[in-house]
């Protein structure tokens, strides 16, 4: 008798078991404060994601501005990918 449950358990309890940890991962992104000069309002910050760094390649931009990392308008955000 004993057998036969942990036959019929054993199974259920694994695909729940695994179930709960697929809905229990979650993909992190990392958000970033970067900083644009505005021509009227001055130097503005927006809120963007991880894949703006300093190093070479396609410049961040938000509404045509390129992005720097501090207010100081120093160093220029780049992405990897256009």
């Known amino acids: 008798m004993k057998t036969k449950i942990f036959k019929f358990i054993l199974p259920i309890f694994a695909m729940l078991l695994a179930v709960g940890?697929?809905?229990a991962t979650d993909v992190k992104t990392v958000s970033q404060t970067a900083y644009y000069n505005h021509p009227v309002l001055g130097v503005q910050?927006?809120?963007?994601?991880?894949e703006c760094k300093v190093?070479?390649?396609f410049n961040c931009e938000f509404n045509g501005y390129p992005l720097f990392k501090e207010m100081a308008l120093v160093n220029q955000l780049r992405k990897i990918n256009p």
């Not at 910050?45 to 991880?50: A, C, H, L, Q, R």
């Open 45 to 50: 910050s927006v809120t963007i994601g991880d």
């Open 21 to 23: 940890f697929a809905f």
């Open 55 to 57: 190093q070479s390649g």
